[in-house]
């Protein structure tokens, strides 16, 4: 079978496979669609933090596929059910798990890095990693549902975003598209921020969302406070962008009383000068992953047509050339390249 595998640091290859053979308690899926996300297009440049992944690794954790075949053991689920993958699998058995935090378990594995992912045709799981996707979601728009899960994760559990809330997203990545998405369908009044590489693509995306956007290095970002909140700031700021810039400046522009959730990974040191955050108390809180839940939040704003997933989807990347996705990707070409891997 034909699988995308990242040989080196922005060095991947179309590799033919040996067909997965489930397990007793594992299921068979025929992968449909699968996406290209920030922490793909970390790994695929073999970044710090992602130096551990052993290679050469089939890449690939947000997906959505088809249960073609099952183990003797398996009795949730059946041949013909569409499903997705939690790709981060706990313990179950750490603090964290046992506490209701798996999402932060201390022995967590990531499927497409600790083990091959689904950068490919078939792939095995275990029933426990899966949700079932209802007929009225079509698989292509299914793949989104992880980074999704995310994005409800951010919004839903460690915001307190209300309808009427004024909001600023910092980033249109993927998970800031998302997290910009799920805040306007709660009612949110919501603007997010870019720079000027962002204009070709990713700001514009927002913008047919019907969702607002600012390139902030043409446009001075307190003018747009000052419109859109009177001069007081913004309710809550959420950080997508992975730099540490965007702490600062999330905690620049944030009402006082108001939050700041950080979601993406600074990949350095941050320098934030905590008094006016004390004095202002001013809640900054984080969000990583997601849980069984947000999934099925994610699942449930899919089915409700709140997500418009064929505007955030591109599908104009070929398998047989991954590169040109990932090089797009890491220059704001594209951002949500979602990889075709059955007809229909």
């Known amino acids: 079978m034909k ?26 899926v025929r992968v449909h669609s699968a ?18 992944i052993p290679i050469p690794r089939t890449m690939g954790h947000e997906y959505s596929g088809e249960v073609v075949e099952v183990g003797d053991d398996v009795t949730d689920f059946a041949v013909g059910d569409h499903v997705v993958e939690e790709p981060i699998h706990d313990c179950g058995s750490c603090f964290q798990c046992k506490n209701g935090q798996p999402n932060v378990c201390q022995n967590f594995e990531i499927t497409g890095m600790h083990n091959d992912g689904a950068y490919t045709e078939y792939t095995t799981v275990r029933p426990r990693d899966l949700h ?29 975003v209300t309808p009427g809330d004024t909001v600023l997203v910092e980033g249109p990545g993927p998970i800031g598209v998302l997290v910009a998405a799920v805040a306007d369908s709660l009612g949110a009044d ?73 979601v993406g990974l600074p990949g350095s040191p941050s320098e934030v000068f905590m008094t006016p955050v004390v004095r202002g108390e001013v809640d900054v809180n984080t969000s990583y992953g997601s849980t069984w839940r947000n999934f099925e939040q994610a699942i449930r704003l899919l089915s409700a047509g709140a997500i418009d997933a064929d505007a955030i989807i591109d599908r104009s990347f070929s398998v047989d050339e991954p590169t040109a ?20």
């Open 325 to 344: 996705a990932f090089e797009a990707f890491l220059e704001s070409e594209t951002c949500k390249p979602v990889f075709s891997f059955a007809d229909s």
């Open 190 to 262: 919501v603007v997010v921020s870019g720079l000027g590489k962002d204009t070709t693509y990713r700001l514009p995306l927002v913008e047919d969302l019907g969702i607002e956007t600012i390139d902030i290095e043409a446009t001075d970002l307190e003018a747009i406070v000052d419109e859109r909140t009177d001069g007081v700031g913004f309710d809550a700021v959420f950080d997508t962008t992975g730099h540490s810039s965007g702490v600062e400046m999330a905690i620049d522009h944030v009402r006082k009383g108001g939050q700041v959730v950080v």
């Open 132 to 160: 079932l996707i209802p007929e009225d979601v079509p698989l292509g728009h299914a793949s989104i549902t992880e980074p999704l899960s995310i994005a409800t994760r951010a919004v839903f559990d460690q915001s307190a």
């Open 35 to 52: 996406g290209l996300c920030g922490s793909d297009a970390h790994a695929y440049k073999y970044e710090d933090g992602y130096e551990w």
């Open 3 to 28: 699988a995308i595998v990242h040989t080196g640091p922005r060095a991947i290859e179309i590799r033919e496979r040996e067909k997965a053979v489930p397990d007793d308690d594992e299921v068979l």
